[in-house]
Structure formats: structure tokens, C-alpha cells
């Protein structure tokens, strides 16, 4: 099978929403029948299944949050009985009972399906080796890009992550030309080929599929630049699957949604009321094929806005924004609202410093204070007082441009900044 999906990928808009809407008819009729958690939920609002007519309609039915899966801990979203289910994934929340997600083999051959396109979509082939970065285990990163680069007749290096430097031999040796990582950790294992000073044509990679957090525009350039690759981004969340919800193409405008399987909306996070497109808001997602856990509306928490012109590669889908960040993960500040991914941008612009950072945020008395730990890229600055302490205004000025507030800028030693294998951490929230 061809993992270019033309028929589906390239289908003319008005089809591709008709097939929305006949697959949203399906899946509200078997969700009802096959769900208690949902049955009751329809019952409770007095909503009927033959209310869902088409998307249009979508927006009668509840929200999905979190909290669901908190209080239906850990199988009471399933809506198939166990010998349905093969497999199990859970994501860690950072408090509390994980959010546990299970699969029916229908559901894996759809995931695994929706990874292939991935690959195809970022240039990849049966002529690649992939070494996959990503833990391995309950987290849908490892497994879920596992088998789609498999379906495709990628050869497929199971690494997981951590262990940089096996990580590096084994690029080396083995020859990967893709490597799936998060952002972050491709960043660790770019710097780690640098310090061991390991020869360019040593390292074979083209193609960098990443996920699992965003990066901005200014991290891709230097993951590009230190690695040789395109780095393209892919998008997901274990709730609705895990990665294959999104992704980009080479030419890297936006995130193709598989809307044979996903609707998603965009709302405004305060009104739950749908946004045009183009326009910033929070990404509600339901899913049209999903047996495991078929889920209605789910507020991702995640921000982003809708792309709808058409793109480079023929794809007709309509294309997700890059993530602009997290509806918690903005932190307001003095009434500023901040993301950390504008920090990241500019910090990344800027000479001397390194593509490491954390916003620390605190209280002094009742007023909100956010410093940000810069690290230093090397030592050469180290003895000249003068060019620190410019350089620390340098930051401040050009933050303060963007963000509308003066923040205390505190520049750290190299490498001193945690390094990670999986997701950061680039907030730290004190007050
Ligand atoms: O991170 C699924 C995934 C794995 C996607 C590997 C892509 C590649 P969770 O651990 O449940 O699942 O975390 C989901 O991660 O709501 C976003 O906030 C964030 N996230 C994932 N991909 C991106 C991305 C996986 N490309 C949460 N850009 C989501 C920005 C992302 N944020």
C-alpha cells in the first residue's frame, strides 16, 4: 500500500466534508451505544444521537475535559469490553493518576495508518533507517511512531530515549537518516555530536520528526543547521490517540490534520464559543474513528489557529497552526499574558547565548516578578564583566519589545540548564 493516501489526503474540500459528516453520524450513534460515560452524558443534556446531524451540530454536545479521564480513572472511557482492547498507553499528568487510554486492533491499524502518512509527508521512504528517540512504554511517542515508519518499510532503530552518547554510536554506526525525537532532546543529542566532535559525514540523518512539545521557528533553524536536516514537527495527544493527528510536509506551513479521522474546532478558551479561521483559540478535538475510547470535544488545552489556503504539496487538508503554546502554560504576568515559546524566540536570535532557558515566576508581596535563566553558549564572555552585563540588557531590551514587560535576566554558567530526554520544562511557577 502507497502511504501517500492521495484519494483521502487530496480529496476536494465539499468530499472531504460530507465524509466528516457521515463519519460523525457513525461515530455519535456507536459512541452512545457502546460508551456509558457518554450514554449518560447525552442523557443528561437531552441529547439524542439523531441531534448530530453534521458538524454543525457538534456544538450541542459537552465538552470533554481532563478532568474526565481523572474521574473515570483508569478504564471508565473505555467503551469496548477488555478482550476488545490490545493495547493500553497512559500519559503522565504531572499530579495525580495518569490519564489511560486502551485500543482496539481497528484502532491500531488506523494509528499506525495515520504515523505512515507522517513519514510520507515529512520525505520519508522504505529507503530510511529511523532511529526513535522517544521513550518507549506508556507514553505514545515510541511505539506509535514505531509501527507507522514500519508500515512504510522504514528500518526502524528502537533506541528509546536517554543513553545520548549510545545514542550517537549508534547513528553513527547504523546510519540513521531520520531521527524521531522531541525537540528537546534532538537539541541535547545535536549538542552531544558537537562535544564529541564527531565528523559531519559521519552522521547520515535528512530528516528530523519531531514532537511531543512544539519548537519554534528559530529552534527548527538550528536543529537544521547543527543536525543537516528538515525538521518537521508532528502533533498529537494520548487522549485522542497519541501522535498522527498532525503533521507537516516538507514545506513546513502547518500541520496537516487527518480529517478523515479528527474534526477539530477552534474555540475561545473563556466563551467555549468556535473562532473563524485564522484566528487563535483552543484546539477541541473529536475523534470519527476510534473504538478504544471514542472521544467527543476534547479540550486539548493546546493553542493554535486554522490554516485553510491551499498548500505547496497538494495536501487539500486544512493545516493546524504551529502550537503557540498552552492554555496553562500561559502565565500572566503583572496582567501580561506570556508564552513561553515568544521567549524562546528571541533568546534565540540573540548571539552568545544558548537555546536553553526557564522562566522562573514569583511573588513579591502582591506583585508578580519573572526572571528568565539564560545560559551562556560557551566561556568566551566569562571574564568580561562588561560584556555580560551588556549582553543581560541586550536580553532585557529585546523582550521587553516583545513581551510589554521588563523581566530580570539572570545569565547562568554553559550546560548548567538541565538537559532532557523527553518533554522540558521552561516554566517554573513559584507563586
Ligand atoms: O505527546 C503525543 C505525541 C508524541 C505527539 C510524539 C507527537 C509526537 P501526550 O504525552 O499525551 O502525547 O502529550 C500531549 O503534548 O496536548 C501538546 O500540549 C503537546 N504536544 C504534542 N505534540 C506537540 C507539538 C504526546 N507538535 C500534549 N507542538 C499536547 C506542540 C505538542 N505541542
Same mark, same amino acid.
Given at each position: 500500500?502507497?502511504?501517500?493516501?492521495?484519494?483521502?489526503?487530496?480529496?476536494?474540500?465539499?468530499?472531504?466534508?460530507?465524509?466528516?459528516?457521515?463519519?460523525?453520524?457513525?461515530?455519535?450513534?456507536?459512541?452512545?451505544?457502546?460508551?456509558?460515560?457518554?450514554?449518560?452524558?447525552?442523557?443528561?443534556?437531552?441529547?439524542?444521537?439523531?441531534?448530530?446531524?453534521?458538524?454543525?451540530?457538534?456544538?450541542?454536545?459537552?465538552? +470533554?475535559?481532563?478532568?474526565?479521564?481523572?474521574?473515570?480513572?483508569?478504564?471508565?472511557?473505555?467503551?469496548?469490553?477488555?478482550?476488545?482492547?490490545?493495547?493500553?498507553?497512559? @500519559? @503522565?499528568? +504531572?499530579?495525580?493518576?495518569?490519564?489511560?487510554?486502551?485500543?482496539?486492533?481497528?484502532?491500531?491499524?488506523?494509528?499506525?495508518?495515520?504515523?505512515?502518512?507522517?513519514?510520507?509527508?515529512? #520525505?520519508?521512504?522504505?529507503?530510511?533507517?529511523?532511529?526513535?528517540?522517544?521513550?518507549?512504554?506508556?507514553? +505514545?511517542?515510541?511505539?506509535?511512531?514505531?509501527?507507522?515508519?514500519?508500515?512504510?518499510?522504514? *528500518?526502524?532503530?528502537?533506541?528509546?530515549?536517554?543513553?545520548?552518547?549510545?545514542?550517537?554510536? !549508534?547513528?553513527?554506526?547504523?546510519?540513521?537518516?531520520?531521527?524521531?525525537?522531541?525537540?528537546?532532546?534532538?537539541?541535547?543529542?545535536?549538542?552531544?555530536?558537537?562535544?564529541?566532535?564527531?565528523?559531519?559525514?559521519?552522521?547520515?540523518?535528512?530528516?528530523?520528526?519531531?514532537?511531543?512539545?512544539?519548537?519554534?521557528?528559530?529552534?527548527?533553524?538550528?536543529?537544521?543547521?547543527?543536525?543537516?536536516?528538515?525538521?518537521?514537527?508532528?502533533?498529537?495527544?494520548?487522549?485522542?490517540?497519541?501522535?498522527?493527528?498532525?503533521?507537516?510536509?516538507?514545506?513546513?506551513? #502547518?500541520?496537516?490534520?487527518?480529517?478523515?479521522?479528527?474534526?477539530?474546532?477552534?474555540?475561545?478558551?473563556?466563551?467555549?464559543?468556535?473562532?473563524?479561521?485564522?484566528? !487563535?483559540?483552543?484546539?477541541?478535538?473529536?475523534?470519527?474513528?476510534?473504538?478504544?475510547?471514542?472521544?467527543?470535544?476534547?479540550?486539548?488545552?493546546?493553542?493554535?489557529?486554522?490554516?485553510?489556503?491551499?498548500?505547496?504539496?497538494?495536501?487539500?487538508?486544512?493545516?493546524?497552526?504551529?502550537?503557540?503554546?498552552?492554555?496553562?502554560?500561559?502565565?500572566?504576568?503583572?496582567?501580561?499574558?506570556?508564552?513561553?515559546?515568544?521567549?524562546?524566540?528571541?533568546?534565540?536570535?540573540?548571539?552568545?547565548?544558548?537555546?536553553?532557558?526557564?522562566?522562573?515566576?514569583?511573588?513579591?508581596?502582591?506583585?508578580?516578578?519573572?526572571?528568565?535563566?539564560?545560559?551562556?553558549?560557551?566561556?568566551?564572555?566569562?571574564?568580561?564583566?562588561?560584556?555580560?552585563?551588556?549582553?543581560?540588557?541586550?536580553?532585557?531590551?529585546?523582550?521587553?519589545?516583545?513581551?510589554?514587560?521588563?523581566?530580570?535576566?539572570?545569565?547562568?554558567?554553559?550546560?548548567?540548564?538541565?538537559?532532557? *530526554?523527553?518533554?522540558?520544562?521552561?516554566?517554573?511557577?513559584?507563586?
Amino acid at each position: 500500500m502507497n502511504y501517500f493516501q492521495k484519494e483521502i489526503e487530496c480529496m476536494p474540500r465539499e468530499e472531504m466534508k460530507k465524509l466528516q459528516n457521515e463519519k460523525l453520524v457513525k461515530a455519535i450513534n456507536y459512541t452512545y451505544e457502546n460508551s456509558a460515560f457518554y450514554k449518560k452524558r447525552f442523557d443528561e443534556a437531552g441529547i439524542k444521537p439523531g441531534d448530530i446531524k453534521s458538524i454543525e451540530d457538534l456544538r450541542k454536545i459537552p465538552f +470533554t475535559t481532563k478532568q474526565d479521564f481523572t474521574d473515570n480513572y483508569p478504564f471508565g472511557l473505555f467503551a469496548r469490553p477488555m478482550k476488545d482492547i490490545v493495547r493500553i498507553h497512559a @500519559s @503522565s499528568g +504531572t499530579t495525580g493518576k495518569p490519564k489511560v487510554v486502551g485500543y482496539t486492533k481497528h484502532d491500531m491499524e488506523i494509528w499506525s495508518d495515520l504515523i505512515a502518512r507522517l513519514v510520507v509527508m515529512a #520525505g520519508g521512504s522504505n529507503e530510511d533507517i529511523a532511529q526513535v528517540a522517544f521513550g518507549y512504554g506508556l507514553f +505514545t511517542g515510541g511505539f506509535g511512531l514505531h509501527q507507522g515508519l514500519e508500515k512504510v518499510g522504514v *528500518t526502524v532503530v528502537p533506541m528509546s530515549s536517554g543513553n545520548t552518547e549510545k545514542q550517537i554510536m !549508534l547513528l553513527r554506526d547504523f546510519g540513521a537518516t531520520i531521527l524521531v525525537a522531541t525537540p528537546t532532546y534532538a537539541l541535547h543529542i545535536a549538542e552531544t555530536i558537537e562535544e564529541m566532535n564527531v565528523p559531519k559525514e559521519e552522521i547520515k540523518l535528512k530528516i528530523g520528526m519531531f514532537g511531543g512539545e512544539g519548537h519554534t521557528e528559530e529552534m527548527r533553524a538550528v536543529l537544521e543547521k547543527k543536525l543537516g536536516i528538515i525538521s518537521t514537527e508532528n502533533y498529537g495527544l494520548s487522549e485522542v490517540m497519541g501522535p498522527g493527528v498532525a503533521g507537516e510536509c516538507i514545506y513546513k506551513k #502547518g500541520l496537516h490534520i487527518a480529517e478523515d479521522c479528527f474534526i477539530i474546532e477552534i474555540i475561545n478558551p473563556e466563551t467555549g464559543e468556535p473562532v473563524p479561521d485564522g484566528e !487563535l483559540g483552543e484546539v477541541v478535538i473529536t475523534t470519527l474513528e476510534k473504538e478504544g475510547i471514542p472521544i467527543l470535544r476534547y479540550r486539548t488545552h493546546d493553542i493554535s489557529y486554522i490554516i485553510s489556503e491551499p498548500c505547496a504539496c497538494g495536501r487539500t487538508s486544512r493545516r493546524l497552526a504551529k502550537m503557540q503554546g498552552r492554555t496553562d502554560d500561559m502565565l500572566i504576568i503583572k496582567g501580561v499574558n506570556v508564552f513561553p515559546s515568544q521567549v524562546e524566540s528571541v533568546l534565540l536570535g540573540i548571539d552568545h547565548i544558548s537555546p536553553y532557558y526557564q522562566l522562573i515566576v514569583s511573588k513579591k508581596g502582591y506583585t508578580d516578578q519573572l526572571e528568565i535563566k539564560v545560559e551562556l553558549a560557551d566561556d568566551s564572555l566569562l571574564e568580561s564583566f562588561g560584556q555580560l552585563e551588556a549582553l543581560e540588557k541586550e536580553i532585557q531590551h529585546k523582550l521587553h519589545v516583545v513581551l510589554g514587560l521588563v523581566a530580570k535576566i539572570r545569565l547562568v554558567a554553559p550546560k548548567s540548564i538541565e538537559r532532557t *530526554t523527553g518533554k522540558a520544562k521552561h516554566v517554573i511557577d513559584n507563586r
